[in-house]
Each structure stands twice: as C-alpha cells, then as structure tokens.
C-alpha cells in the first residue's frame, strides 16, 4: 500500500473545488495514479512527477512520488521545479481512456456530483447510522470543505433550535402531527455531532481559522468560543452529545480554555455549569500540563447569586475531576465493562440472532453507549459521564462510529427515536408541576372564542392540528 505523505491533504485547499475534487478522486485511487506513471519513460534520478490538472504551464499540478505517492498541491501560478517531468492533462486523459474508474471520477468532478459531495450530504440525514469509513472518508475531505463544514454545523445548530421550540411544550410527542419536526430535531441534532467532530478531528487548526474568520467579521463574537463549543452539544440534555462536545472541548485547548476559565467564573444554570465544566475537565484529563491549572480553576468557590443546583453541580465536577485524575486507567477499562452490561441488558428479550449485541468487541461496545441518549440532568448519569472522561478524550474521533459490517442499511428512522433523544432536555426544561398550556388559550374541545357557537377545534382551531 502506498504512503502518503499527508502534507498534500494540508495543501489542497490551494486548489479550486473541480480540481481539489478531481485530485482527491486520484488520491484515493493511487493505483491508477501508479497506472499513469508506468506508461512515462522516467530517468532513474527522477524521484518525482508534477501532474496537471488543466493548463499544462499555469497549472494547477499534483505532486507525486515515481511510486505513485501523493507529495504535495501546486496552486495555479505555482511552477514545479526545474527538470522535473510533468503529466499534461490532456495526457492523463488519454493514458486514462481504458481505466473506467478514473474517467468516472474526472466526469463526476467536471459535473460537480462527485462522491465527496454526496458523502457530505448524508451527514444531514444519516443520524447515528453514520458508519466510521464514512466518517473517515470526510476525516480525509476536511482540508478541503472544512468553511462548510463550519456553515453546516451553524446551519445545523439553528435547525435543532428551531424544531425544539415547536416540540418543547407539546403535550404528546408520539402524535402524528409532530413526526416532521421530529425528524428534523433528530437530523439536525446528529448533524451538529458530525459536523463538530469533523472539525475538530484534525486538532485545533480549522476549527482556530474557523473562529478567526467569524470574529473578523463579527466583532460581537469575540469571546464567546466557549458559547458554540462545546456548550450547544451539552445544552441538548444527553450524554451522547456531551461527550462529544467534550471531546471536541479537549482538542482545542488553546482555543477554548480561556473562554471556559471566564464562563466557569460568572453565575450560571446547571446547563451552562454541566457544559464548562465538562470542556475543562475534558481539557485538564487529556493535557498533564494544563492539569493543575484546571482543577484550580473547578475547585473555585460559585460565584454569588447562583442556582443551588448550579452551585451543587461545581462541587460534583470538582470532586469527579479530581478521582478521574488519581485513577485514568481503572476509569478507562471500567468503561468497556459498562457498555457490555448496558448492551447486554439491551439484548434481553431480544430473538437470538441479536443477542449478539452483548459479545460486540469493547470499542464497538463504547460507541453504541456514547451514543445512547442518556439524561444527563440525572446526577447518577453525570457521574457516569465524568468517570467515561478518562477514555473519551484518548479517543479518537472515529471512535465515536460503529464500522459499516454493524449497521443494518434496513434499518429505518422510527419517531421513537426522537422521542428517546428529545425528552431529557424537555423534563429538564420543563420540570413536572410546571404547566406546558396557556391557561388562558382556547381548550380544543371548550367552544371557540369567535362566538360561532362551535368547538374551538372545530373553528378556528382546525388548521392547528
């Protein structure tokens, strides 16, 4: 197998999208690449190749090794070096006529429907059936779409905010009047999870220039890092996406730490001292050096005027960073055992051939329980959380996703889903004593305001489901 040099994959976003696309439908395909190269005559000394990718003396170029090794990107205007050897692209056309798969690519690239682009486009609908060679496959795009991926991540976050605000205060969620918005809540939710980790699975560098440019543009912004990341994955209420706002949070120390420092030290609700706490925490148990300073910053007195059950929530990160620090490896294998009982009381009930759940390999296992919608407004499940932290933040974001060979394509989206994912957030919100109807709105069966003399649902209700 070819080794890349991963410096070209930091280097194709000098090129525009149809070339940038067409040279990743080449990088992942380096055996037609090799194919290419096997019909030039190339001297001995000549260690590498300079492909072009339209003009033959603007560019832009690919650089390759002889043995099929993509080197690096060359904008348009950027020369290769003196005596190198260089491909036309009329050439690569030609030498490409009988090789069906790179024919395909350059048309897909040319049209603008390559499989990148569909691949992006899953995203939004894929929920957790995202496999992690899909995941991977967009790990390997980011240089490239990383400005969209930050567009869909906003776009996301204002699509999930709006489908709560139509759910929150509905009195029966499983009615068929609310499948659309659950649908939408659940999509966009998800999509916020992908999007985030796609941007951090890289360390800090998109996700840095990412902030620079909105800051730039809106100077409003500055200083509030810490109110995207990861506070609008830890505000939707379960532990399937705070762990991985949290994982994004540990990433990205250099970008978000000073801005968790502040947050921590003003008044705030339990969601905002369940979100940064969780970032330092995250930030101190995956960095030693940043260790001491993180757990001075948690062991700080609450602010005065806080919420007791924000006050309260401090001293639980305190004490389960510090356990997490004293004990990491016991924490990280107690992991595994969790998932396998939790899977196994899953699979109970279950017909045989899905018993299998209970045997999954322990990192198959920890992704299904990262991405099971736990309450996180229950202490005993923020403990749980604190205590999964020491193996969250080793983790790597692919982590997060079952391979393909365990996700079942006839597996359908079912509005309990959403229902399961939604609903810690709503009785967080929305404790029990505390009415979700206007007393002074229409009942749907009293009669209608109007004075027809009809049932209000009957009236001018009707249009309102």
Same mark, same amino acid.
């Given at each position: 197998?070819?080794?890349?040099?991963?410096?070209?994959?930091?280097?194709?976003?000098?090129?525009?999208?149809?070339?940038?696309?067409?040279?990743?439908?080449?990088?992942?395909?380096?055996?037609?690449?090799?194919?290419?190269?096997?019909?030039?005559?190339?001297?001995?000394?000549?260690?590498?190749?300079?492909?072009?990718?339209?003009?033959?003396?603007?560019?832009?170029?690919?650089?390759?090794?002889?043995?099929?090794?993509?080197?690096?990107?060359?904008?348009?205007?950027?020369?290769?070096?003196?005596?190198?050897?260089?491909?036309?692209?009329?050439?690569?056309?030609?030498?490409?006529?009988?090789?069906?798969?790179?024919?395909?690519?350059?048309?897909?690239?040319?049209?603008?429907?390559?499989?990148?682009?569909?691949?992006?486009?899953?995203? %939004?609908?894929?929920?957790?059936?995202?496999?992690?060679?899909?995941?991977?496959?967009?790990?390997?795009?980011?240089?490239?779409?990383?400005?969209?991926?930050?567009?869909?991540?906003?776009?996301?976050?204002?699509?999930?905010?709006?489908?709560?605000?139509? %759910?929150?205060?509905?009195?029966?969620?499983?009615?068929?009047?609310?499948?659309?918005?659950?649908?939408?809540?659940?999509?966009?939710?998800?999509?916020?999870?992908?999007?985030?980790?796609?941007?951090?699975?890289?360390?800090?560098?998109?996700?840095?220039?990412?902030?620079?440019?909105?800051?730039?543009?809106?100077?409003?912004?500055?200083?509030?890092?810490?109110?995207?990341?990861?506070?609008?994955?830890?505000?939707?209420?379960?532990?399937?996406?705070?762990?991985?706002?949290?994982?994004?949070?540990?990433?990205?120390?250099?970008?978000?730490?000073?801005?968790?420092?502040?947050?921590?030290?003003?008044?705030?609700?339990?969601?905002?001292?369940?979100?940064?706490?969780?970032?330092?925490?995250?930030?101190?148990?995956?960095?030693?050096?940043?260790?001491?300073?993180?757990?001075?910053?948690?062991?700080?007195?609450?602010?005065?005027?806080?919420?007791?059950?924000?006050?309260?929530?401090?001293?639980?990160?305190?004490?389960?960073?510090?356990?997490?620090?004293?004990?990491?490896?016991?924490?990280?294998?107690?992991?595994?055992?969790?998932?396998?009982?939790?899977?196994?009381?899953?699979?109970?009930?279950?017909?045989?051939?899905?018993?299998?759940?209970?045997?999954?390999?322990?990192?198959?296992?920890?992704?299904?329980?990262?991405?099971?919608?736990?309450?996180?407004?229950?202490?005993?499940?923020?403990?749980?959380?604190?205590?999964?932290?020491?193996?969250?933040?080793?983790?790597?974001?692919?982590?997060?996703?079952?391979?393909?060979?365990?996700?079942?394509?006839?597996?359908?989206?079912?509005?309990?889903?959403?229902?399961?994912?939604?609903?810690?957030?709503?009785?967080?919100?929305?404790?029990?004593?505390?009415?979700?109807?206007?007393?002074?709105?229409?009942?749907?069966?009293?009669?209608?305001?109007?004075?027809?003399?009809?049932?209000?649902?009957?009236?001018?209700?009707?249009?309102?489901?």
């Amino acid at each position: 197998m070819v080794a890349h040099d991963t410096h070209f994959l930091t280097r194709i976003e000098r090129l525009e999208r149809t070339h940038a696309e067409l040279a990743l439908a080449l990088y992942h395909d380096s055996e037609l690449v090799r194919y290419v190269l096997s019909k030039l005559d190339l001297p001995d000394a000549v260690e590498r190749v300079a492909i072009s990718l339209d003009d033959p003396e603007q560019g832009p170029f690919i650089i390759v090794a002889r043995d099929g090794a993509f080197v690096t990107c060359l904008g348009k205007g950027m020369r290769p070096g003196d005596g190198q050897p260089r491909v036309t692209r009329r050439r690569l056309d030609t030498l490409s006529r009988h090789i069906e798969g790179l024919r395909r690519a350059i048309d897909e690239a040319e049209t603008s429907t390559s499989h990148c682009r569909r691949l992006v486009r899953k995203v %939004l609908d894929a929920g957790d059936r995202l496999s992690r060679e899909e995941f991977d496959e967009l790990v390997g795009l980011a240089p490239l779409l990383y400005p969209e991926y930050f567009h869909a991540l906003v776009s996301a976050v204002a699509t999930s905010t709006e489908a709560y605000g139509r %759910l929150e205060r509905a009195r029966r969620l499983t009615a068929p009047r609310h499948a659309t918005a659950l649908r939408v809540y659940w999509n966009s939710t998800w999509s916020m999870a992908h999007f985030a980790l796609l941007l951090a699975a890289d360390g800090p560098r998109f996700l840095t220039d990412v902030f620079d440019r909105v800051e730039a543009m809106s100077p409003e912004y500055v200083g509030q890092r810490a109110e995207l990341l990861p506070w609008v994955l830890t505000r939707l209420g379960v532990t399937s996406f705070a762990a991985r706002g949290a994982w994004v949070a540990s990433k990205i120390p250099r970008v978000l730490l000073p801005d968790l420092k502040k947050s921590w030290a003003e008044a705030g609700t339990p969601n905002t001292s369940m979100s940064f706490g969780l970032g330092l925490s995250a930030i101190g148990l995956r960095h030693r050096r940043l260790r001491a300073e993180v757990r001075k910053v948690l062991a700080r007195p609450e602010p005065p005027g806080e919420e007791p059950l924000a006050a309260a929530l401090r001293k639980v990160f305190s004490a389960g960073y510090d356990t997490a620090c004293e004990a990491p490896e016991p924490l990280r294998e107690a992991v595994s055992e969790t998932a396998h009982k939790v899977l196994e009381q899953i699979s109970k009930g279950l017909p045989n051939k899905e018993r299998a759940l209970a045997e999954f390999p322990d990192e198959v296992a920890v992704s299904v329980l990262l991405s099971m919608p736990l309450g996180l407004h229950d202490v005993d499940t923020l403990v749980h959380l604190l205590m999964w932290l020491p193996w969250v933040v080793k983790a790597e974001a692919r982590d997060f996703y079952l391979p393909a060979r365990y996700l079942d394509p006839a597996d359908e989206w079912k509005r309990r889903e959403a229902v399961m994912l939604i609903e810690p957030r709503r009785k967080h919100d929305h404790p029990r004593g505390s009415t979700s109807v206007d007393p002074t709105a229409p009942r749907r069966k009293g009669p209608c305001p109007c004075g027809s003399g009809k049932k209000y649902k009957r009236c001018c209700g009707a249009d309102k489901g």
